[in-house]
């Protein structure tokens, strides 16, 4: 199915068609405790971006979905990335805007402005946002205020969809290319933000990307219907497919896979076990699933340790936090 979008529609999605113009996914960052760097996730609660419904949903392990936020505009959320003090960042296509969502939900501020169709977002090692600015082709650094759009990269790219740091802190970007998507790629971004061609072949239109707990990239292939692996040379293989039109993924701490099939005769999350058993109906009853990530509890809590020990530790180790709860716990009795 083909879906059409244009800026001035009322009700747009991003589409095949406008797509010659984004952990934690699904990775959580050991550095800064956003999205951005290669390690699966080790917080337990699954994020989801609701496209139509301009929500910001939760995922039990069992499938249950909660309201966790509702954006201002009353559709267009695509990208998720965690900052390292546990807010959550979302990117709303259809606003040009990125929110800013604090760590129990209930506060959501315009952080970000004057962008062009955002989607994919990614926090580096230094805290600073990168934002795949999908029609003007560049990729942004956004200052910590969300005051200041800096372009980083702003030649040779062909409609950016997605970034994701790997584990060493190099940054990739998905190029979904044009329409219809035959020429998408996966560039590696230098620090410099030169473009370094990685997967030129192999790719129709790519869109997420997350590594796995093995530190294996893997991307969502929308035109091919398809989740796809790519090693280390670039080379790319078919993973899953019989997706109508797959879009999120990311990996809980398990390297269990998730993946959003944002089709609106499908709306669910499709999940695939390390041991390759795949449950395409985990979670069915969305509106237009785009982005996965996974982060911290809801709420967080704020009795068995200091906040700073709670954020930091559950996001890059569950089982270390409740190890340090614990040892607190026994202390106290002591």
Known sequence: MKLTTSKTSANPLPSRALMGSMAIVGSISVLSASVSLCSAASAGVLYQADYYSGTINTI??????KLFATLPSTNGPIGLAFDKDGYLYASDYNADSINKISPDGKTVTVFAT???????IAFDKDGTLLEADK?????????????TVTPFVTTGLNAPAWLTFDKDGTLYESDHGSYPSSDGKINKISSTGSVIPFATTGLLGPFAMAFDKNGTLFVTDEDAGAVKKIDTDGNVTVFADNFTTPFGIAFDDSNNMFVTDYDPAVNSIVKISSTGVRTDNFVTGLNRPFGLIFGPDVPLSSTAVPE????VGTLIGGTAALRMRKKLKDSNKA
Request: no cysteine; proline share 7%.
């Open 135 to 147: 029609l003007s082709n560049k990729i942004n650094r956004i200052s910590a205020d969300g005051a």
């Open 114 to 120: 004057g962008l062009n169709r955002p989607y994919g």
């Open 60 to 65: 039990s392990a069992t499938g249950a979905v």
């Open 308 to 311: 700073p020990f709670t954020i």
